[in-house]
């Protein structure tokens, strides 16, 4: 029999349940999960930390750390549109899931901390997501496949 509350961790005041009974419902409480994977592996933490953020800090209202994870959050929602970001700041599931309880970046800020990314900075990344790879297995893989295919028409790929 299935659980009738599944409880994750708070974010300062705010309780977090998952309550099958109704209410506030959310298509979107699987960021949720997503959260508690990223506060224990802390991968966009580690990404952040790697990029630069040229932004005067005074003047700064998002981290960076809160819009990459903003941005790999929704992305992994099926939110890959910047469009999606003048709805989804105000969306309270996402906010929780960020650790936010204000709103979130718009898609202008967002979009302007992607374009300055440099090419420096995409390696460092990289390396970053290979070594969180690595130190994921006790022994390396017997295989690794890597899929270079940049579309997703089923006839084109595979």
């Known amino acids: 029999m299935a659980p009738e509350k599944l409880t994750f961790s708070p974010l300062s005041r705010r309780q977090i349940e998952a309550d099958f009974s109704g209410g506030h419902i959310t298509s979107d409480a699987g960021l949720l999960l997503l959260r508690e994977v990223d506060k224990q592996h802390r991968l966009t933490h580690r990404l952040a930390s790697v990029l630069h953020d040229p932004r005067a800090p005074e003047q700064v209202r998002h981290k960076i750390d809160t819009l ?3 941005r790999v959050f929704c992305v992994a929602a099926g939110y890959e549109d910047f469009n999606d970001h003048e709805a989804l700041r105000y969306d309270q599931t996402l906010q929780t899931a960020l650790g936010e309880d204000e709103v979130l970046a718009g898609k202008s800020t967002l979009c302007r901390s992607e374009q300055k990314v440099d090419r420096q900075a995409m390696v460092k990344a990289h390396e970053l997501l290979w070594h969180h790879f690595i130190e ?9 496949v890597l899929d270079f295919n940049d579309n997703d028409i089923p006839v084109h790929g595979e």
């Not at 994921?136 to 690794?144: L, V």
């Open 136 to 144: 994921q297995h006790d022994q390396p893989p017997k295989e690794i």
């Open 68 to 70: 990459i994870r903003q």
